[in-house]
């Protein structure tokens, strides 16, 4: 993850709890979320957005009157936060008419560089779209040195349409979309990250791992030692996450020195589970700066280390809330959703591994997938089903990286699951024993290749939508000219 927060046209990586919606109220909703005319907001009778918009400011205000700073933060297609800084006295501003950012925030590229060919910029006149506040996400910044609070938007038109173009929106029609045709996705997320020590360089000017100078015997997976030695920053990750209401569950210490996983709750709601991630990124690498530290999501940041990936757990519940996995009839089903995963895969892969450092993650041997293969119990492969009871029953997506941006990648497997059950589609056999033997469908070996399948994909369109589907492209594009622009100091080295 990449978090910087300051102006409009600077980058972090974050995300906010969003929006609650009951099974049988997403049903109710139309497939296309409502127009919401910015003119609305702050009529006569109540000057805040919504009942429940004033509610969620008052509450917080009570709590928190001394308030000194707030932080206005929106995700882009790339999954990097964006956002800007502004007084504590404009949250009430914000709750009731909106906040203004350039729509063309949705078309930078990671580095926080314009793609004219996205046409969000200059070609449209660089237009501010109209941000609302995501109920739920207003919450304290435990690890600021001024009282701060941060609140989470997303975008709208000037004529208050839903912005296609931000991941948020995406996820958000999708979700609508499914429940309209009777499906609620339950998901949960795993994730891996380094703490890195800024004090111990290595050669090469990066920073160490935790741990990494104390020899091999530091890897310690599962190890206690490891959790006790940093015990209260994982106080304060925990601590904070309670405060922001994030749903953490395990802490482990992961295979490589100084690399630890976080486990969040299952969500009957895929939007909230997508802000959890986003939120829960932004407070580990806060909580860590606090304490002297560096943590990062980067999906590969040492080659002769594992990588961080982003572990994802889903179900399906019917309009009645049952499991639809479950029992000899739902194995079907079950079977047909991993089909369609597996049949996805390969068009959609840009979308699980986003940064063109990403692709050193999937390498045999590593757990990290690199055939479009499944297996029961089985945790070399790309979808894997873990034993569980019927009530329980569910795949793991194991292929995204940790750095992947969680709305983009929680569409497309939606997407993907829904149109293998409708289809009834059958998957290969699964794999026993080490899937890096097989001779399964291999995925795509790095970002050029990974966008070409794309580019060519009517799947990706369906999971994303036209809009986000081509900026997304756009921006990947010029990310890959850009390192192509770039020679080696190996290169140089090799070949002067």
């Known amino acids: 993850m990449r978090e910087i927060t300051g102006n409009t046209h600077t980058g972090a990586k974050t995300s906010s709890l969003g929006d609650t919606h009951s099974p049988s109220r997403l049903a109710a909703e139309k497939n296309r979320p409502p127009k919401i005319p910015p003119a609305a907001v702050g009529d006569k009778k109540s000057k ?128 609508a979309e499914v429940n309209e045709k009777g499906y609620f996705p339950v998901v949960a997320f795993e994730l891996e990250f380094y703490l890195l020590d800024p004090e111990v360089e290595w050669d090469d000017g990066m920073p160490a791992p935790v741990g990494a100078t104390a020899g091999p015997d530091r890897l310690r997976m599962y190890g206690l030692d490891d959790l006790a030695e940093h015990a209260a920053l994982f106080d304060m990750i925990r601590d904070a996450a309670q405060e922001q209401e994030l749903p953490i569950d395990t802490i482990i210490k992961e295979a490589a020195p100084g690399q630890f996983e976080v486990n969040l709750k299952h969500r009957a709601d895929p939007l909230r589970a997508a802000d959890d991630v986003i939120m829960l990124q932004r407070l580990v690498i806060g909580c860590a700066r606090a304490h002297g530290l560096t943590a990062t999501f980067m999906a590969k940041p040492f080659l002769e280390y594992a990588g961080n990936g982003m572990h994802v757990h889903a179900s399906m519940l019917d309009r009645e809330g049952r499991n639809i996995f479950g029992g000899e009839a739902g194995r079907k089903k079950l079977e047909a959703a991993v089909a369609g995963l597996l049949r996805t895969m390969p068009e959609s892969l840009l979308l699980f591994i986003n940064t063109w450092n990403g692709f050193r993650r999937i390498t045999p041997g590593s757990y990290a997938p690199t055939r479009a293969v499944w297996g029961e119990n089985n945790r070399s492969v790309a979808l894997r089903i873990p034993v569980a009871s019927d009530e329980n029953k569910r795949l793991e997506h194991r292929i995204a990286g940790a750095d992947a941006n969680p709305y983009l990648v929680m569409s497309a497997l939606i997407q993907g699951m829904v149109e293998g059950i409708e289809n009834e589609e059958v998957p290969p056999p699964p794999i026993i024993g080490n899937a890096y033997d097989d001779n399964g469908l291999f995925l795509p070996d790095d970002m050029d290749e990974a966008l070409q399948l794309m580019a060519r994909s009517s799947f990706v369109e369906r999971a994303l939508g036209p809009l986000m589907a081509k900026v997304y492209q756009d921006l990947k594009r010029a990310e890959i000219l850009a390192f192509w622009a770039e020679i080696t100091q190996l290169e140089r080295t090799t070949y002067l």
């Not at 707030?70 to 009430?92: H, I, S, T, Y």
């Not at 995501?134 to 919450?139: D, I, M, P, V």
């Not at 839903?162 to 029609?173: G, I």
Request: charged share 25%; net charge negative; with cysteine.
């Open 48 to 175: 805040f957005m919504s009942p429940e918009h004033e509610a969620e400011y008052r509450a917080f205000v009570e709590k928190h009157p001394d308030l000194e700073a707030v932080e206005f933060l929106l995700v882009d297609p790339n999954g990097v936060m964006r956002g800007k800084w502004a007084p504590g006295d404009a949250l009430k501003k914000a709750f009731q008419e909106g906040v203004n950012f350039p729509m063309s925030l949705h078309g930078l590229d990671v580095w926080g560089r314009e793609v004219s060919e996205t046409g969000l910029h200059i070609e449209t006149g660089d237009q501010d779209g109209y941000c609302r506040a995501t109920r739920g996400s207003l919450s304290i910044v435990p690890w600021a040195k001024r009282k701060t609070a941060q609140v989470m938007l997303q975008t709208f038109s000037p004529e208050g349409e839903p912005f296609m173009a931000d991941s948020r929106q995406v996820l958000k029609r999708k979700v």
